[in-house]
């Protein structure tokens, strides 16, 4: 654009249009829309102003560039949320899994405790209980992201 400027200075039209053609040419093929609009107003500062101006300088310019960024961010900060989330109801699990576990323990130590029919029925009510608890326990945690039965058994995706 200064050899543009020069041109039309010096009164040379046809090196003018020229230049004018080639900048014409490169906005067409290498700006954006952002930059273009930030571009066409930069020119029109610069002929308020007097002085150059850069596309730069426009206010929100050089964010419109992150739009696309912030929006992928806040993507990614909503899956990493919903992942917390699924580990900590992965933890639960866990837990009711060690609870059934000890319940299949206390079973089946049961049948050792021959003649002490008190420590069994105390063994079969404590494991019933805590079955029944961890069943309860278990149907209050929500499902992992993106499961279903279907898709666990072969169906559907």
């Known amino acids: 654009m200064v050899d543009q ?13 020229k230049l004018e053609h080639m900048i014409d040419q490169y906005v067409t093929a290498n700006f ?17 102003r007097g002085e150059t101006v850069s596309p730069f300088e426009m206010e929100g310019f050089e964010d419109s560039y992150f739009v696309a960024a912030n929006d992928l961010l806040a993507q990614s900060e909503e899956a990493l949320e919903q992942g917390s989330q699924d580990n900590t109801n992965g933890d639960a699990y866990g837990l009711v899994t060690v609870i059934y576990s ?14 002490m029919k008190n420590r069994r029925v105390a063994l079969i009510c404590i494991s019933g209980a805590a079955f029944l608890i961890a069943t ?3 149907f209050t945690i929500p499902m992992p992201t993106g499961f279903s039965l279907s898709s666990f058994f072969g169906g559907g995706a």
């Open 32 to 48: 954006t829309p952002e930059l273009l609009d930030a571009f066409l107003w930069a020119v029109e500062q610069t002929d308020i």
């Open 102 to 115: 000890v319940v299949l323990f206390l079973l089946g130590i049961v049948g050792t405790f021959k003649g």
């Open 5 to 17: 400027v020069y041109a039309e200075e010096s009164g040379d039209a046809q090196e003018y249009e």
């Open 136 to 138: 309860i326990y278990m």
